[in-house]
């Protein structure tokens, strides 16, 4: 089946969560994922938090799925040459580098526009070109913080606290793979390649926009009606935690089930909507507040909203081998994704050198040289 990437080589330059999460989309869909590692080691998540002696780590098999391994020491005269190579031959080169690294092993961006003005160089940084910052190398968790999510999540009595969602890595990532896609489409138009970058400050940034939101409300009226601490609690000038309020227009909260104290995750989100009102309170035995004026609106509601809530708790709710991963998020009516699982170390290096145009002698030559 033709699939809508198929054609597209892309060198996958990439290393740990927030590079590798946007190649393995590209090649879910089809793109020719070429992953150049260096000799020996690899990407770092090959053997980082490992469950089986030997075998690559899960966060590196469900990271790197659909694609080829290509060992490549790019400091070393000959893999300079076979870098040059392929940049001359593909579309995209994905990096996700510290800092000024693909710069000191001699491939700029003037560079790489010498060698293929078609290609496309996409960049994950942690703060973005021009930022005071920019020099930093950075990872998922000082991009939370950088990004406002950390400051806004969690308890007001307690410190902030970063989200179990990788929203500097894996987001960052995704972020990067539409600015991606969208230089090929222009591509199309113009002939021309680009340089493309998303930092993992903005693309934090970009999922916390309701609380950049909250602040301008907050700067002008100094109160949030929709956080818990409104009416009896306090504000500050930042935008407060709000443990696990709605946030919108609809009061919500997490709440207890059957079973609570023993299954941690005996919980339900619950979201009390304007229409649904009245049958949530026949359900909860509280028929008389679906005509009561103190609690017939959310705005009535506000005040009370711990102890409806509590009401409501009251109630009663009810080696490798095989390997768990998770596929494309995004689903197509006219594609069907394969998952093909990760490459061993340097599995493809061979093949990819072939498809380079390398001779048999040239590949012993490389080897030889360890810069393979
Ligand atoms: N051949 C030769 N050298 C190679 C190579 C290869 N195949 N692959 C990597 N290297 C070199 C780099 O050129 C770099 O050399 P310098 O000495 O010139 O800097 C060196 O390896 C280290 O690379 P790095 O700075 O990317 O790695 P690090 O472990 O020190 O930092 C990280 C890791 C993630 C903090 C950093 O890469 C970074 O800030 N990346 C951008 C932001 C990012 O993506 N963070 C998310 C990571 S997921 O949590």
Redesign the pocket.
Known sequence: MTKPLDGVRIID?T?????PACTQLLGFYGADVIK???PGSGD?TRSQLRDLPGADALYFTMLNGNKRSLT????TPE?KEVLEAMIKTSDVLVE???????D??GFSWERIQELNPKLIMAS???FSEGHSYED?????NVAQCAGGAASTTGFWDGPPTVSAAAL??SN?GMHLAIGILTALMQRQKTGKGQKVSCS?QDAVLNLCRVKLRDQQRLDKIGYLEEYPQYPHGSFTDVVPRGGNAGGGGQPGWVLKCKGWETDPNAYIYFTIQGHAWEPITRAIGKPEWAKDPAYMTPEARQDKIFDIFKTIEEVDHKVRGKYLTIGSPIKFSDLEIEVKPSPVLGEHTDEVLRDLGYGKEDIARLHAAKAV
């Open positions: 330059f290393h740990v969560q927030a590079g150049v590692e260096r770092v490549l020491d790019t400091k893999g996700n580098f510290g800092p000024g690294a693909l000191r092993m994950v940084k942690g930093l190398k950075v990872y998922e500097g890595d960052t993992m």
